[in-house]
């Protein structure tokens, strides 16, 4: 029984470490989870005593269970992987920087990001994760996916170039906080021109709806817009629900979130380039915006 806690002890040490991995290379909170209690149950049911890095075989078991999602779920996303939106780590109230938000902003991932490795296949993502965001070697990560060193590496290699091709955002947070204030007075006011006015040319509507309702959620079904003016036609049909939107930080960069009777029922992810909008991304998937929490 001692045994017993004092290892329960050490996997809460790791805890938070394993859900950022796993969040990372799902892209989904309530699967994140299962991977971590997954590799809390395949802890319980080995012998560890001869393991000197703990935090190394766990990662390692979370890594492997990820993996096996991913492969299990890239079928089933087929149809709708151009509007698969992924879970936001973090909700909070945007009431202007502070130290804390910082903090949070140098260690986010942002929903763009995790849109781009949405698109990578499941070695793809596994070797860019594990070695770009934190620091496994190619050696470790060889394997996990059963392959060599340098074809590990070359994974990897392919993996960043399709992210480092995607449209990155300025990282200004007070810039960006200026663009979606712009963007929600002109979308309450209708006012086509200057909606125009602060979306790239080329920008891109990302809205997954899920088996929302239109009643709560905006977009009907789930959609791929593109082009400035095809996306100032459908901003313009989320008016109503203007009333129930606020700014707020979504995974440490200035958004917004719709609220309704106090539960979360929208979540939106905007990419701000050169001070236009390149970017949009709407979670408004009400079985999985129902799970999330607005913090102060």
């Not at 017993?4 to 470490?17: I, K, S, V, Y």
């Not at 992987?81 to 938000?101: A, C, Y």
């Not at 620091?135 to 993996?159: M, N, W, Y």
């Not at 003016?229 to 440490?252: C, K, S």
Request: proline letters at 4%; glycine letters at 8%.
């Amino acid at each position: 029984m001692n045994d017993t806690h004092q290892l329960a002890r050490e996997f809460e040490q790791h805890r938070g470490q394993l859900r950022a991995v796993a969040y990372r290379m799902l892209g989904s909170l309530t699967e994140a989870e299962d991977a971590v209690q997954e590799a809390w149950l395949r802890l319980n049911r080995s012998d560890v005593s001869g393991v000197g890095n703990l935090a190394g075989w766990l990662t390692t078991v979370v890594s492997r269970v990820c993996l096996d999602m991913l492969r299990s779920r890239k079928s089933r996303r087929e149809d709708s992987l151009d509007t698969f939106v992924p879970d936001p780590i973090s909700i909070r109230q945007d009431n202007g920087p502070s130290p804390e938000d910082q903090a949070v902003q140098a260690d986010a991932v942002g929903l763009a990001m995790l849109v781009v490795l949405e698109t990578l296949a499941p070695a793809e993502r596994l070797a860019f994760v594990l070695h770009d965001m934190f620091g496994v070697s190619f050696d470790e990560i060889a394997q996990i996916v059963d392959k060599s060193p340098a074809a590990t590496r070359q994974l990897a290699s392919r993996a960043r170039r399709r992210v480092h091709g995607a449209p990155a955002g300025d990282g200004d947070p007070g810039r960006q906080r200026e663009i979606v204030d712009a963007f929600l007075a002109a979308s309450r006011g209708g006012d086509f021109e200057a909606l125009l006015e602060l979306l790239d040319p080329d920008v891109v509507l990302r809205a997954d709806a899920g088996a929302a309702s239109a009643e709560y959620a905006g977009p009907a079904v789930s959609k791929l817009v593109r082009g400035a003016r095809a996306v100032v036609e459908q901003a313009l049909l989320f008016t109503r629900m203007a009333p129930h939107t606020e700014h707020a930080l979504i995974n440490g960069m200035p958004g917004t979130v719709t609220v309704l009777n106090g539960r979360v029922m929208g979540v939106m992810d905007i990419t701000v380039v050169n001070g236009r909008i390149t970017e949009i991304n709407i979670l408004a998937d009400v079985d999985r915006t129902q799970q999330l929490k607005l913090s102060a």
